[in-house]
Structures are given as C-alpha cells and as structure tokens.
C-alpha cells in the first residue's frame, strides 16, 4: 500500500493545513519514506485539500492519512483511495495503527463545506 499523509510538525494534519505531504510505501509490516514534498495546498486560494490529494493521487497512492477531511476530498478520492482518519496522531504512530489495522477508515466528510482564510 502507498499512503500519504499531510503532516505539520510531526503530526498528521488535514490535507488543505499540512505543511508538507510525505509518501510512505507500507509492506511487510513496515514503512518506509519514499517521498516528501511541500504541499501544494498551500499556495492554492481554492478547494486547498484538492491539490494536496490530486498531488498524491498523481504519485500513484492508494490511500491517504489525514486528521480531517472535507466533502469535496472524499467525493475526489472515492474509488480511487482509502481514507483513514488519525487526528492528534504524531506520524510514526498513525503508521504503527495503520499497520495493525487499528485506524479507523471512513468514507465520509469530518466536517462540512467550510470557507476558511
């Protein structure tokens, strides 16, 4: 499984909020860092969370770890990836539980439509 997660600070963040996006490969019951990079979202004026998750979807993810999602992420990301929710989570312990199969997997919205910023 390919995974990625935008992360601030350490810790998972929602895909519009987080300062960088990191792309794991998970196999074998380990994880390793294959990519990270700026996320894109943060220079969007725009549906911020879209271009973080087009990104990774361009990269050939099947899943993405956030801490918060909204309507449009999951309408852009359904049949097309996992989601797996991980709020307050430091990154190395969302891995851990997703690795265990202890992380929750949604398909729907954590909040509304919302204009922010």
Avoid: C, W
């Avoid at 300062?19 to 860092?33: C, P, R």
């Avoid at 359904?78 to 989601?83: E, P």
């Amino acid at each position: 499984m390919k995974v990625a997660i935008p992360v601030t600070n350490g810790f998972v963040d929602g895909p519009g909020e987080g300062l960088e996006v990191m792309i794991y490969q998970l196999e074998d019951g380990k994880f390793t860092l294959v990519e990270k990079y700026e996320n894109p979202a943060l220079r969007a004026t725009a549906a911020r969370g879209l271009h973080m998750l087009k990104s990774a979807l361009d990269k050939g993810i099947n899943a993405v770890v956030v801490a918060e999602i909204g309507p449009p992420g999951v309408r852009l990301l359904k049949g097309k990836a996992k989601i797996y929710l991980a709020p307050g989570l430091k990154v190395e312990e969302a891995l851990e539980r997703l690795l265990k199969g202890e992380l929750p997997e949604t398909d729907k919205p954590t909040h509304d439509e919302h204009r922010h910023h």
